[in-house]
């Protein structure tokens, strides 16, 4: 089993600055493609970023190209997500995923196997 714990979000005005973490325990060898999803109220979970194992490559929606970047560190089991500029639109729950696959850096929720519990990230002047 691999358990997923978010942290970093909280409120922020428009144009500011947040850094998200997930630091993943258990069977964490097992784990490949790791991604960030978002849920805002009454919608559905979208695709937000996803990096390969390597840390080579990444996948980010269009919606946060220029303004979000997706890191990880292996060594210290945790992925980042990085979110500069933010606007009043990227305030959601956002849930960290990973699989024990190669995904492809889906953007495909199902796809993923383990999940966090959710952070949220509230943006408003």
């Known amino acids: 089993q691999v358990q997923l714990v978010e942290s970093g979000g909280g409120s922020v005005q428009p144009g500011g600055s947040l850094r998200l973490s997930c630091a993943a325990s258990g069977r964490t060898f097992s784990l490949y493609d790791m991604g960030w999803f978002r849920q805002a109220p009454g919608k559905d979970r979208d695709f937000v970023a996803a990096?390969?194992?390597?840390?080579?490559?990444?996948n980010l929606a269009d919606s946060v190209k220029g303004r979000f970047t997706i890191s990880r560190d292996n060594a210290k089991s945790t992925v980042y997500l990085q979110m500069n500029s933010l606007k009043p639109e990227d305030t959601a729950v956002y849930y960290c995923?990973?699989?024990?696959?190669?995904?492809?850096?889906?953007?495909?929720?199902?796809?993923?196997?383990?999940w966090g519990q959710g952070t949220q990230v509230t943006v408003s002047s």
């Open positions: 990096i390969s194992l390597s840390g080579r490559n990444t």
């Open positions: 995923a990973a699989a024990f696959t190669n995904t492809g850096l889906s953007v495909t929720p199902r796809q993923y196997n383990y």
